[in-house]
């Protein structure tokens, strides 16, 4: 019996398997075999490789929580045939599926690595043979016996990252993501190298992995600019049925301090959604009470994000909506790290 890892390739669309609809001269979704035949360098990689794909591939700016779940019930349901799994899905959105994914994944214990690219695998310069060779090559390194990489990644452009510190920052460099407030877990050169300090290390789980389906998604995100209006704000906190804020802050966590933002933001929290204060800087954290401009947050009961990114706020906040926690129980389970998302 071969003891060669076994890989599962799960195809969820995106620019890595589009080709080129020549009567609109737009990219769309291909049969996913086809990716298949454009990589016959796969087979020369030291282990055994599976492919599944949505009976539809999608651009990942039509996804949605169903088929985050979709994603999930594959890993779910193929968990103990694999010993890991390569996600392929457009990097538009990548960064919330997959901090989405990394939450809705309990005592994950195995490799789940997105990857994508920027340019269609059968274009002469592409990115995509790199990222999915690569990609497929971590989900096989294994450490005694065990899987090197035990968490939600995302590689691309010779770099490995927890998905859910990710962002994509470039709609045309290969680099197209970064991850500010985190190092990147591997780095691909002539050799692979894994900065296994910065892993999550998962030797103390021993419970069998849950699959926590339930997402809420009656949440908003509130972008600051200078110049807000009362109106505008007033309209967003009254969506009907909303249960949860982002709000995008300036800096470190700072917000205008004039009275009826502070109390429209009071009366929310005393209607039960529950606010979330996130930096809109790239890099850095929400320091609640630094500076005067954050101190009636704080004292109101917006959740500090620390230094999380909004992608991992929104996925932290769907998940955490599902429990129907109490403000306090909700505020320290935001507030701590759950996958690693939270330095
Ligand atoms: N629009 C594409 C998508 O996100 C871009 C990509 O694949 O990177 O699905």
Redesign the pocket.
């Known amino acids: 019996m071969s003891t060669k890892p076994k890989i599962l390739l799960i195809y969820t669309?995106?620019?890595?398997g589009?080709m080129k609809d020549y009567k609109t001269n737009a990219?769309k979704a291909f049969d996913f075999t086809q990716l298949l035949d454009k990589i016959p360098e796969l087979q020369q990689l030291n282990c055994q490789i599976k492919s599944i794909s949505f009976e539809n591939p999608?651009?990942?700016?039509n996804m949605n929580t169903t088929y985050y779940v979709d994603i999930a019930e594959i890993i779910e349901h193929n968990y103990n045939l694999y010993d890991g799994f390569v996600i392929l899905?457009?990097?538009?959105?990548?960064s919330y599926i997959s901090s989405a994914i990394s939450f809705m994944l309990e005592n994950l214990q195995k490799p789940v690595i997105f990857t994508?690219?920027?340019l269609p695998i059968g274009d002469l310069r592409t990115d995509a043979k790199e990222n999915l060779i690569t990609s497929i090559e971590v989900a096989c390194t294994q450490k005694n016996g065990v899987p090197m990489i035990q968490e939600v990644c995302l590689y691309f452009e010779y770099k490995l990252y927890r998905a859910n510190r990710t962002t994509k920052m470039s709609a045309e460099q290969f680099e197209?993501f970064v991850s500010m407030n985190y190092p990147p877990l591997a780095e691909s050169g002539v050799y692979l190298k894994f900065n296994e300090h910065y892993l999550l290390n998962k030797s103390h789980i021993h419970s069998s992995l849950v699959v926590k389906k339930k997402l809420v998604t009656d949440i908003v995100i509130l972008k600051m600019f200078p110049g807000i209006t009362k109106n505008v704000v007033e309209s967003i906190l009254n969506i009907q049925n909303l249960k949860g804020v982002v709000i995008e802050t300036f800096g470190s966590g700072n917000a205008l301090n004039e009275s009826w933002f502070v109390n429209l933001i009071k009366k929310a929290i005393n209607n039960n959604i529950r606010i979330i204060n996130v930096t809109q800087c790239l890099g850095g954290n929400v320091n609640q009470g630094h500076y005067e401009t954050s101190v009636a947050l704080k004292k109101v009961g917006v959740v500090s994000g620390k230094d999380i990114t909004t992608e991992a706020a929104i996925a932290k906040l769907m998940y955490l909506l599902s429990e129907n926690f109490s403000l306090s129980e909700f505020t320290h389970y935001f507030e701590k790290s759950l996958r690693g998302e939270i330095s």
């Open positions: 669309g995106g620019t890595i589009m990219l999608i651009d990942s700016s899905s457009g990097s538009d959105t990548m994508g690219s920027q197209a």
